[in-house]
Nanobody
Framework: QVQLLESGGGLVQTGGSLRLSCAAS????????MGWFRQAPGKEREFVAL???????EYADSVKGRFTISRDTAKNTVYLQMNNVKPEDTAVYYC??????????WGKGTLVTVSS
């Protein structure tokens, strides 16, 4: 069973940058698609980005061109580089594993707050 631990959140000004990390333990995530999601106050959790086992990526339109997802197999970690952040990026960010088409093994999340 994979356990995921997100970190790197915090307070950042509009236009700034932040890098989130998702460290996996328990087993290797090498062969899995990994994703980042976020949930803003009062809203549903939404997809942000994913990276496949062959490092193909997909992004939500709202973050395309600003966020970059990557993975370090040796460190069993997935990253989300957030650039040119906006107040609407304020949310708790979660990472997850996709297994048999279903997202799971959710971490506890890390809070990102963007000040205007």
């Amino acid at each position: 069973q994979v356990q995921l631990l997100e970190s790197g959140g915090g307070l950042v000004q509009t236009g700034g940058s932040l890098r989130l990390s998702c460290a996996a333990s328990g087993r290797s995530i090498r062969g899995y698609t990994m994703g980042w999601f976020r949930q803003a106050p009062g809203k549903e959790r939404e997809f942000v980005a994913l990276i496949g086992r062959n490092v193909g990526t997909e992004y939500a339109d709202s973050v395309k061109g600003r966020f970059t997802i990557s993975r370090d197999t040796a460190k069993n970690t997935v990253y989300l580089q957030m650039n040119n952040v906006k107040p609407e990026d304020t949310a708790v960010y979660y990472c997850a594993v996709r297994n048999d088409g279903t997202w799971g093994n959710w971490g506890k999340g890390t809070l990102v707050t963007v000040s205007s």
